[in-house]
């Protein structure tokens, strides 16, 4: 037996799956150059356009001149640095917890808190299309292990019957590729019923969602009670890199002591907690961030209707445009991509088969001037690739 690679390969492409990395070659923005073409994008994560304000790179210049470029050790070795405790108490107070424990990556954040939450003869209840990370998680805690029908409080309900052992309902908080919200009032009331714990992870909420960006708790309305463990990321609309999870004291005692991917890691450099401080204060701020944002979004849905795209359920600047075939997808970006447009075909087994799409995003800094351009080039080249038309 040999790993035969090359026929993998082959295979991906040949099912219009095969992936490729663009080359960026400058700072974040709605105006890009990728692979030596100036390109107006609509793919970033950076809602409130953060990832290149001035004032949040200066943090992480100064934060570097004060505290190094390294983390240096884990945070229990003598890797916890005081930018680290810092933003730790600010996004406590941020999101009314007692606390909050920083982590590198969003990724690790839920590998940590669900694999530190249950373990074998427990049960682990998820959406079905939530984030992989979380789907890892959950497969990796070795907890029982099931996901329910997409945002469906009945389904959950039904497996809710059958769960054995602590458990953990887990859900995207502002679903990723979908755009649309966790009914959270619907899922948190069955999960109490059943004595179960909600974990939401709001990498995309934090920041457009909720009146200070608190995402959808704030928009909610929801407390610690109705959902213990909440995930934020801070390489979305935050602008800068890392994530954290903000709960009881208990809960985050209980990360630092158990949590292995928290433990085992490196710390993230200090600058750039540095930096996430700046632009946690922004994000709180500048509301006219938020409001520029939600404007583009209603204007964004109501182009696209016109043009006779078929949209999702979204009220938040994830905007994706259901295509189905992941081939007619290709089609689509690469035809944009002619037009000095950026906007990426998602295809399985990111999203389900036969759901392939362009994930559109918008940003507070796209004006809407760019975004006739997007009109523009989307009612010119849609019935170029939609075969029912
Ligand atoms: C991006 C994302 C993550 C991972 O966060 P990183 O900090 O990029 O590792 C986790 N959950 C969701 C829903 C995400 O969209």
Request: proline share 5%; aromatic share 6%.
């Amino acid at each position: 037996m040999t790993f035969d690679l090359a026929a993998r390969l082959a295979e991906r492409r040949t099912a219009h799956l095969y992936r490729q990395r663009p080359l960026l070659e400058g700072p974040q923005g709605p105006e890009v150059v990728v692979d030596g073409q100036a390109l107006l994008a609509f793919c970033s994560n950076d809602y409130l356009g953060l990832a290149n304000h001035p004032e949040v790179i200066a943090a992480m210049r100064a934060g570097a001149e004060r505290w190094g470029v390294g983390g240096g050790a884990s945070h229990l070795v003598i890797g916890h640095s005081a930018p680290h405790h810092e933003l730790e108490d600010a996004l406590a107070e941020f999101t009314g917890r007692p606390r909050a424990l920083l982590f590198s990556t969003g990724y690790m954040a839920n590998l940590a808190a669900v694999t530190a939450l249950v373990g074998q003869g427990d049960t682990v209840l998820e959406d079905r299309l939530n984030h992989a990370s979380l789907l890892d998680a959950g497969l990796l805690s070795g907890a029982r292990f099931s996901r329910y029908l997409h945002n469906d409080a009945v389904s959950l309900s039904n497996r809710l019957r059958k769960a054995e052992g602590n458990t953990l309902v887990v859900t995207d908080g502002v679903f990723s590729m979908d755009g649309d919200l966790a009914d959270l009032p619907a899922l948190c009331a069955e999960a109490r019923r059943a004595n179960a714990w909600v974990m939401v992870d709001d990498a995309h909420g934090f920041g457009p969602l909720g009146a200070t960006g608190g995402g959808i708790v704030e928009h909610f309305g929801l407390g610690l009670e109705d959902v213990p463990v909440l995930v934020g990321t801070l390489g979305k609309a935050f602008g800068t890199a890392g994530a954290f999870v903000a709960g009881s004291e208990e809960l985050i005692e209980t990360l630092i002591q158990f949590a292995r991917p928290y433990i085992y890691t490196t710390s993230q450099p200090p600058a750039v907690a540095c930096a996430s401080l700046r632009s946690l204060q922004l994000l709180r701020d500048e509301s006219w961030r938020r409001e520029d944002l939600n404007r583009l979004i209603a204007r964004f849905r109501a182009g696209a209707a016109e043009i006779g795209l078929s949209l999702m359920d979204s009220p938040t600047p994830i905007q994706p445009i259901l295509i189905g075939d992941s081939e007619r997808a290709l089609q689509l970006s690469a035809l944009l991509k002619e037009r000095g447009l950026l906007v990426g075909a998602i295809r399985p087994p990111t999203v389900p088969a036969g759901s392939a799409r362009l994930r559109v995003t918008l940003s507070a800094l796209h004006s809407e001037a760019q975004l006739e351009r997007l009109f523009d080039a989307l009612a010119e080249c849609w019935p170029l690739v939609n075969r029912d038309a």
